[in-house]
């Protein structure tokens, strides 16, 4: 991957130039189903001082209006947009971190659902706002996933496998971040009978026999 940070300052006058020369890449944003619109960016590696990202994609503000919260494919892989996206007049400079899985569960019409998650208590630092190293006893997990009409009906007590082993929600903060919700989990034990592990949905069993007609 080209590293084209060098001439991505401030004090650019040729960037609008300089970015349409640059080599492109199709990213898919939050619809990532085979048929979804793709967007031409250009996908920049961070640089070594750059702890708190892992990319740096920058969008044509013709192509997509982003947002802090969103999901970007690229390179076969997902990442979430964790800070508001800088404004360079024509583009727009994300900062991107990859998610580590998925959660899926069962919406209320029994249709499954998943979406990708980031790991907060492994990330060194994530902006001015926390500063520090998060530490979680192994038996807890804090997740970051978007912000969306699916996930904003989520309560505590509900449960996800993932990492083969079952979690269930003990806090949801909506507010600290913006379009992001900040998830704390506890281990729980997975109970085989409503559980499907092969599918990593928990509460299968329970949920698809109180849907009517399911």
């Given amino acids: 991957m080209k590293d084209y940070s060098k001439w991505m300052s401030p004090n650019s006058d040729s960037e609008e130039i300089l970015f349409d020369l640059c080599e492109k890449s199709k990213v898919k944003i939050n619809d990532f189903t085979a048929g979804a619109v793709s967007y031409e960016a250009v996908i920049n590696d961070a640089n070594e001082w750059q702890k708190d990202v892992d990319l740096i994609i920058l969008i044509k503000k013709s192509e ?27 583009f727009w400079s994300v900062k991107v971190r990859k998610c580590h899985s998925l959660i899926r569960w069962l919406n209320e019409t029994g249709s499954i659902k998943e979406i990708p998650f980031l790991l907060d208590n492994v990330i060194n630092s994530l902006g001015i706002e926390m500063g520090r190293v998060v530490n979680l006893p192994d038996e807890e997990r804090r997740i970051l996933i978007q912000r969306n009409s699916d996930t904003l009906k989520f309560a505590k007590s509900k449960r996800f496998i ?9 806090a949801i903060d909506g507010l600290s971040r913006e379009n992001i919700i900040v998830i704390t989990l506890l281990e729980d034990t997975i109970n085989t009978y409503i559980d499907n592990v092969d599918e990593c949905i928990a509460n299968f069993k329970n949920e698809k026999t109180s849907k009517p007609g399911i």
Avoid: M
């Avoid at 993932?162 to 003990?170: E, L």
């Fill in 64 to 90: 997509y209006n982003i947002h802090c919260g969103d999901y970007i494919q690229a390179n076969n892989q997902c990442f979430l947009v964790l800070f508001s996206p800088e404004d360079r007049n024509f």
């Fill in 162 to 170: 993932f990492d083969n082993r079952g979690w269930k929600i003990t």
